[in-house]
């Protein structure tokens, strides 16, 4: 009579287990290692350059550049002009995406079902599927060439708000939807009006989900570049003028791509984007986590 | 004229004729009833028999959902609801929910003061301390909660919540208190607490309280109505009607027959 590990088959079974647990594992690598890659080369090559220079002064000139380099010395100068730039951008960008966003949003949440509010939806989805580069170019036609007449930080905070629109909305109805209908049951039943139940109650209780969904869209947009080329342009100096070319982190290592004595910039510039990005992603992924 | 059906003189509230629809379900009849000051009425009935429909039809509550249509008229004091303004109405109608549901954002003083806050009255800090203490105790439970008044309101037990949400209603001085179910998300400790609350509560506000626990309609209530499938069977005094009910689906009800 045969025993059951026979019959069963056991010692196939533990070794066919043992195969795709060492597939899983090795799947696992081969998606994280990417990042890691990633990160770990732009460290290796950009922390030479990362000082507090880096971070205050602007742009150095081909020239001074190009002396360092033939010296065998660090470029002078940094990208303050670039890292202005951007957060001019993104809080200008900001500024119109969150409260149109967040009032879409609302609207959307309160009018569920009705066909307004689905097409509101539906062209949202379809907003976020917009090549950015597209968004650059009617950012240009409307704000270049009509509002700014010339390239302006204010058409790259525009083309930058619309894409950071969509994710707005989406995350303000989810959160929305999320929080008891008896919370705002309970604020009406007080004889509080409804706009400062929304503002008093429903926000401030999704005010996690609402701060993911924005920190989500910031980080996605900080890191835009085609948009910015056909908009903010680009600028060598510091500059605040929201109607004047400006420069960002993104252009900046496009420009030291083109230039062949800048090159060591370019991975400094890039590990500081990359920083940021983490940065507000790692937030939002606390901000998330603490709703609980 | 039906005679299962108890008149009352001077009501504080008077119903007339009140319909509440959810499309094309009814699910409030043609419902008449008076309502006396300073009383608790119960409103009685199995599940789905439109009890928290009637109540909610009271401070306009219906008004939020497009679907349901509300006809007939009720008189706060001859004054017809339906021709104040909801903000207004609702000020004088406290609600309390079924489960406890202070705002979650905000802490025990907060929660109390909320409808003043929110609705943007200015008053001065002792106002405020004021009115926080007298709704705090109105509801015995200014004693647990006096030294952390700033702590979140959610930190609570589910019965002190209950009786934050009493306060947070009773704060602005409503003439009557709306109870949907106050106690049937609670232990019987925190139930019967607030039983022996809305007791006391009574002599200065009316109460009508959804119930679909009999015992406590009949410990709690001197008013009952008994409600079926949306129509009002009966309603009176909750005494009689408990010894002595008019009509056989009250008398059904409460023998445990259906429910």
């Known amino acids: 009579m045969k025993s059951i590990s026979e019959i069963d088959n056991i010692g196939a079974r533990t070794k066919k287990d043992r195969i795709f647990m060492g597939l899983v594992v090795l799947l696992s690598v081969v998606t994280v290692s990417p990042i890691v890659l990633i990160i770990s080369k732009l460290i290796i090559k950009g922390y030479?350059?990362?000082?507090?220079?880096?971070?205050?002064?602007?742009?150095?000139?081909t020239m001074q550049a190009m002396t360092a380099v033939a010296n065998n010395e660090l470029i002078p100068g940094g990208i303050a002009n670039a890292i202005l730039g951007t957060l001019l951008m993104v809080v200008l960008a900001s500024a119109i995406a969150i409260p149109v966003g967040i009032i879409s949003?609302?609207?959307?949440?309160?009018?569920?079902?009705?066909?307004?509010?689905?097409?509101?939806?539906?062209?949202?989805?379809?907003?976020?599927?917009?090549?950015?580069?597209?968004?650059?170019?009617?950012?240009?036609?409307?704000?270049?060439?009509?509002?700014?007449?010339?390239?302006?930080?204010?058409?790259?905070?525009?083309?930058?708000?619309?894409?950071?629109?969509?994710?707005?909305?989406?995350?303000?109805?989810?959160?929305?939807?999320?929080?008891p209908q008896t919370l705002k049951e309970a604020g009406l039943a007080l004889g509080i009006p409804y706009w400062r139940v929304l503002f008093g109650i429903l926000i401030p209780t999704g005010f996690s989900g609402l701060m993911t969904g924005i920190l989500l869209a910031v980080s996605r947009v900080?890191?835009?570049?085609?948009?910015?080329?056909?908009?903010?342009?680009?600028?060598?100096?510091?500059?605040?003028?929201?109607?004047?070319?400006?420069?960002?982190?993104?252009?900046?290592?496009?420009?030291?791509y083109n230039d062949p004595n800048m090159v060591d910039l370019i991975w400094s510039s890039s590990l500081l984007l990359m920083i940021m990005v983490l940065a507000f992603n790692l937030t939002a992924k606390q901000v998330a986590a603490s709703r609980k | 004229?039906?005679?299962?059906?108890l008149q009352i003189k001077d009501p504080i509230l008077s119903i007339q004729d009140l319909s509440v629809a959810y499309d094309k379900n009814v699910a409030v009849k043609n419902v008449s009833v008076g309502i006396k000051k300073n009383n608790v009425t119960a409103i009685m009935g199995p599940s789905g028999c439109g009890k928290s429909t009637l109540l909610r039809a009271l401070n306009r509550l219906h008004e939020l959902y497009e679907n349901i249509t509300t006809t007939g008229s009720v008189f706060l004091n001859d004054e017809d609801i339906f021709k104040m303004s909801p903000i207004k109405l609702r000020r004088k109608m406290g609600m309390v929910f079924q489960r406890p549901n202070p705002f979650p954002t905000m802490s025990?003083?907060?929660?109390?003061?909320?409808?003043?806050?929110?609705?943007?009255?200015?008053?001065?800090?002792?106002?405020?301390?004021?009115?926080?203490?007298?709704?705090?105790?109105?509801?015995?439970?200014?004693?647990?909660?006096?030294?952390?008044?700033?702590?979140?309101?959610?930190?609570?037990?589910?019965?002190?919540?209950?009786?934050?949400?009493?306060?947070r209603a009773l704060a602005f001085n409503p003439e009557i208190i709306l109870l949907d179910e106050p106690t049937s998300a609670l232990d019987p400790v925190a139930t019967s607490k607030i039983e022996d609350l809305l007791i006391k509560l009574k002599e200065n506000y009316t109460i009508i309280m959804v119930t679909h626990n009999m015992s406590q309609a009949a410990r709690i209530s001197d008013y009952s109505l008994f409600m079926y499938l949306g129509e009002l069977v009966e309603y009176g005094k909750t005494k009689n009607m408990f010894?002595?009910?008019?009509?056989r689906r009250t008398e059904e009800y409460l023998t445990g027959k259906f429910g």
């Open chain 1, 48 to 61: 030479k350059q990362l000082n507090f220079g880096f971070l205050v002064e602007k742009m150095p000139d």
């Open chain 1, 105 to 179: 949003g609302v609207y959307l949440y309160e009018n569920q079902g009705k066909w307004m509010a689905n097409l509101t939806r539906s062209v949202s989805d379809i907003l976020q599927g917009v090549p950015s580069i597209v968004l650059g170019l009617i950012s240009y036609l409307w704000v270049v060439k009509h509002v700014t007449n010339g390239f302006s930080a204010l058409a790259g905070s525009f083309a930058l708000g619309i894409m950071m629109l969509p994710m707005i909305v989406r995350s303000t109805e989810e959160t929305l939807k999320m929080i």
């Open chain 1, 222 to 256: 900080i890191g835009e570049t085609a948009p910015l080329m056909l908009t903010a342009l680009g600028s060598s100096v510091i500059n605040t003028n929201i109607s004047k070319p400006t420069s960002a982190i993104p252009l900046v290592i496009w420009e030291f």
């Open chain 2, 1 to 5: 004229m039906n005679t299962n059906i």
């Open chain 2, 108 to 167: 025990i003083y907060d929660n109390v003061i909320a409808g003043y806050k929110l609705n943007g009255i200015s008053q001065k800090r002792q106002e405020r301390d004021e009115i926080v203490e007298r709704s705090l105790r109105d509801v015995a439970l200014w004693d647990e909660v006096k030294d952390s008044l700033t702590k979140k309101g959610t930190f609570l037990s589910g019965g002190q919540q209950q009786r934050l949400c009493i306060a």
């Open chain 2, 243 to 247: 010894t002595n009910p008019q009509d």
